[in-house]
């Protein structure tokens, strides 16, 4: 699995341009918009091996973790609720906006849809022909599981979380994640490596 380099962009840097940051934003623009920028706030937090961009307002904390998985782009994201309102939370609205080296919309792949790589047993359980090697214990956990995230209302004080795919652009060198949740809308700009 390949990780795309986290790195703060301010202002996306000078190789973008600021119109092309603005129609991408004004595609979902229809309240409030914070992006993840070092000026707004935004700060990094490593959650089970991930990097997440966390940008914090009164109303909710949103977490955003970017990696690419066989032929998509993977969003990991975590909402809370601070408010004292539902929260509305539909990851069809969610999107990645290429922005360099030519601008584009990578949509939201349903989770029936995709096609994932299987994964392989691990070398023990290789060696073994599949099973438990006599006179050894295993002793590590299943890996936790990762739900996808489904569409759904966040109660105050409550929090949701899972993994989003997107279609994938193998050009791409600068992304930038919308999240439209509940009126406001989140950006979170990504450089690939």
Known sequence: ????????????????????????????AQGTIHTCQGWSGCTNETIDGRVYKVLRTAEMVVKVSMST????????VSITN????????SPAEFRVDVLTPRPRTLEYVEPASLRLPVVAASDE???GGGRRPAGRVMRSLPPKPEPDLAASGVRPDGA??????????????TLNV?????GAVFAFPYQVQ
């Not at 949701?160 to 060198?173: N, S």
């Not at 919308?178 to 509940?182: E, G, N, Q, T």
Request: glycine share 4%; charged share 25%; net charge positive.
């Open 1 to 28: 699995m390949h990780r795309l380099r986290l790195t703060t962009l301010m202002l996306l840097s000078a190789s973008v341009p600021t119109a092309v940051f603005g129609a991408a934003l004004s595609k979902a």
């Open 69 to 76: 998985e066989g032929e998509y782009t993977r969003a990991d």
């Open 82 to 89: 601070n408010s004292s309102a539902q929260l509305e939370v």
């Open 125 to 127: 359980m290789k060696r």
């Open 160 to 173: 949701v979380e899972g993994k989003v795919f997107f279609e994938r652009d193998r050009r791409a060198k």
């Open 178 to 182: 919308v999240l439209p949740i509940s």
